[in-house]
């Protein structure tokens, strides 16, 4: 299983629900963080509680909406000299459920699109390059398995642009080192996911980091973290290599 001991993870949405937990199950292994949010203040508790744990914290804010705030704020982890090694693109939003379904506004695919698929792309864009150059890294991308429910066709097509541009990348680096990986948490209660959702956000959380720890060489998968509910990521990483071959 892969150490992430001392190297620094950027984890976006990690304010609150699994963004959250993700960055302190990544702590528990030493892992130092990047954390990001919309705002700094949203993350000052996560922040002290993975230092706690004795790992170097920055934590940065942008709206993902906006172009300009995500490659100003990568601008600013590049500052600091950081080497970010893993990036898991946690951060999401679902626009309003649509019951009337032939009005759903075309705001709602351009917002999806904006926060969902172009956020985590310019990320990705980033850094898989260097990545590349350096013969090592890990990136996570966070996607849904939302299906048949043209009331949120919003989401679920953003979601679709993020696989299908996950996957082609993953041919980039299929092989290597560096590798690409889808993770779909399953439906949680988060702010996201609403109160009705069957599984508790902790549940995803194995699941979630899971692509950070393999080593197998392999890209452009779909990860479902409800089959490593609950387990140590020790055992997940054995399950999800025999699962593998």
């Not at 700094?40 to 706690?52: G, N, R, S, T």
């Not at 299929?174 to 009705?196: A, H, Q, S």
Request: glycine share 8%; with cysteine.
């Amino acid at each position: 299983m892969e150490s992430i001991k001392g190297k620094w993870a950027l984890v976006t949405g990690a304010s609150r629900g699994i963004g959250a937990l993700v960055a302190d199950k990544l702590a528990d292994y030493g892992c130092n963080l990047v954390l990001h949010s919309r705002s700094i203040a949203h993350l000052d508790k996560i922040a002290e509680k993975a230092k706690q744990k004795g790992v170097k914290v920055m934590t940065v804010a942008a709206n993902l909406e906006d172009e300009n705030e995500v490659r100003a704020m990568l601008k600013k982890i590049d500052d600091e000299g950081l080497n970010i090694e893993y990036v898991l693109n946690n951060a999401g939003i679902q626009v309003t459920y649509r019951s009337e379904i032939f009005d759903t506004p075309a705001v709602d695919f351009v917002d999806s699109l904006k926060v969902n698929v172009i956020a985590p792309m310019i990320i990705c864009y980033h850094y898989l390059p260097r990545m590349m150059k350096a013969g090592y890294g890990r990136i996570v991308n966070t996607t849904s398995g939302i299906d048949k429910e043209p009331q949120q066709a919003a989401y679920s097509a953003s979601k679709a642009g993020l696989d299908k541009v996950t996957k082609d990348l993953g041919t980039l680096v299929e092989g290597t080192n560096v590798m690409i990986n889808l993770i779909d948490p399953g439906w949680c209660r988060t702010d996201l996911g609403g109160p009705k959702a069957p599984n508790a956000p902790e549940s995803a959380v194995t699941g979630a980091v899971l692509g950070v720890f393999l080593s197998d060489k392999k890209s452009g998968r779909i990860i479902s973290a409800q089959d490593f509910a609950y387990m140590s990521v020790e055992d997940a990483v054995r399950k999800f290599e025999v699962l593998s071959n």
